[in-house]
């Protein structure tokens, strides 16, 4: 019994993580369920779009990334902007930077940017 006991305090934690965990998903859900990710992914395109008329010298382009994403952070619920660290919000709008680099050089997405 006294293991049992000694145990709790593991359990309770593991509890609370667990809300913890369970609740951020329920936020971030209700969060996209509101805002689209196409509106989501337009506002970051139109802060890359600035960041180029910004930062006009060509070497630039880690102070315009790190610009875009101190910007699109602010576009964030505040919940949101504690969960979500720069590292992975600077993956995201890579991915999309990507995309649009993809796009313009054919005109057509098909991974020949370069």
């Known amino acids: 019994m006294s293991e049992l006991l000694a145990m709790a305090p593991f359990w309770a ?3 609370i993580g667990m809300l913890i965990v369970f609740s951020v998903i329920i936020l971030v859900f ?3 369920k509101n805002r689209s990710l196409e ?3 337009e506002n970051v395109y139109q802060l890359i779009l600035k960041a180029e008329h910004v930062f006009t010298e060509s ?6 990334m790190k610009w875009v994403i101190q910007e ?3 576009l964030l619920p505040g919940w949101l902007q504690l969960v979500l660290s ?3 919000l ?3 709008i890579q991915v999309w930077f990507n995309g649009i680099k ?3 050089d054919d005109g057509k997405v098909n991974g020949s940017q370069g």
């Open 13 to 15: 934690l593991v509890i």
């Open 30 to 32: 209700s969060y996209l």
């Open 39 to 41: 509106q989501i992914r």
């Open 59 to 64: 070497s630039a382009g880690k102070q315009k």
């Open 72 to 74: 699109a952070r602010k």
């Open 86 to 88: 720069d590292a992975a």
């Open 90 to 92: 600077e993956k995201v």
């Open 102 to 104: 993809d796009l313009l």
